[in-house]
DNA sequence: GCGTTTTTTTGACATATGTCAAATGAACCT
DNA sequence: AGGTTCATTTGACATATGTCAAAAAAACGC
């Protein structure tokens, strides 16, 4: 549990009551490759913190898989929209490694928000932290081609280049697989 | 500033201290369409809640306007990223129409979140909320082409086509104002 | 109402990306 | 090592969208 609590630290300090309420709840799991920590149509009940390992969320399109994010280890992962609004949501989670996680409920999260208010400002910084992230994401997604988000994306985050499949990557940045193979050929 | 209460009930309940607190920094300005509450290459120190009018949000890319997202009336505006990391942000936030603006300093806003559990609480609920908002923008921009993202704009959101001029749509949906009229011409 | 400016549409053509099918290459299992 | 599966690349062609220039339409000021 220490890389969680260091990894929490990153955003703000927690009181010793905090940490302790937080580390009574946290359950720790082993998961295998290929297997889902959510699937679509079911409400999302838990938040993921991801120890080692990593994670891609998929979308069932005109049926097919449209890859739109991953995780590695000390990242949070979660069916956001479906976690927050408590509705089923369209997304499905499944591990690309085998992976170390450990997770909390919703209703035990709300507890702790309630309880501690160093919680509550936990989770309003990193809420914010991670709408900065989508945001920058999405800038770069939208406005520049293929080719220039293939290069953003080796400079800035090459482990997903080396540790996920093409088609998955290829969906993340919004090509086919082909086209991707192919602006990879030409660098 | 009773539709500035109004709204932030939709998120959550904050008691009378609170609200008072509030009401006791809040600064209401009646701006002109064409001025701008943020400009690119300075910290965002700024949040704006919009009583009245809309606004835009626009980057310059290689010598172009890129704009990414409007504001309508009873919404919050701020440069998310500049405002959360106190960075200088590429953006600007400019007026499409007059408008009336409550605004709140970042200090002021801190200093609400330390005294006050439930404002922590409605910073982290409504940057939950945001964060649905943009992650459903974004997956509707990304894996679906022009003419779907119009016919979903015109569905969803047909205010923006209504007071928003076509060359700032045709760049919030990604694409050139030639292609979004030809998408017009032809429903 | 009339000229000026801004916004929107249209045309011709270039380019990027998608689609489908097949070939190649890599990983895996026994 | 050989066969099987899965992942990646290549080819031929279709389509969507971009670019640049000009025309048409709408909004604005006097």
Redesign the interface.
């Known amino acids: 549990m220490n890389t969680l609590v260091d990894h929490i630290r990153q955003y703000c300090v927690l009181n010793n009551s905090a940490l302790k309420s937080l580390g009574l709840v946290l359950q720790k799991a082993e998961l295998q490759k290929g297997s889902y920590l959510i699937t679509a149509g079911k409400v999302c009940d838990k938040v993921y913190f991801l120890q080692h390992g990593s994670v891609r969320a998929f979308?069932n399109?005109d049926g097919k898989e449209?890859t739109?994010w991953f995780a590695f280890e000390n990242s949070f992962v979660t069916s956001?929209?479906s976690f927050?609004?408590r509705k089923p949501g369209m997304e499905n989670i499944q591990l690309i490694e085998d992976c170390t996680v450990w997770s909390i409920t919703y209703d035990q999260l709300q507890h702790l928000?309630d309880k501690h208010?160093d919680i509550?400002?936990l989770?309003?910084i990193m809420?914010?932290?991670?709408?900065?992230m989508?945001?920058?994401?999405?800038?770069n997604?939208?406005?520049k081609e293929a080719r220039e988000r293939y290069d953003h994306l080796i400079t800035q985050a090459p482990h997903i280049v080396q540790r996920v499949p093409l088609g998955y990557v290829a969906s993340y940045l919004?090509i086919t697989q082909e086209t991707l193979s192919r602006i990879r050929g030409k660098s």
């Not at 989508?134 to 800038?139: A, G, K, N, P, V």
């Open positions: 979308y399109l449209v739109y956001y929209f927050v609004s928000y208010k509550e400002r989770g309003r809420n914010e932290r991670y709408y900065v989508l945001e920058e994401r999405f800038i997604n939208h406005f919004g």
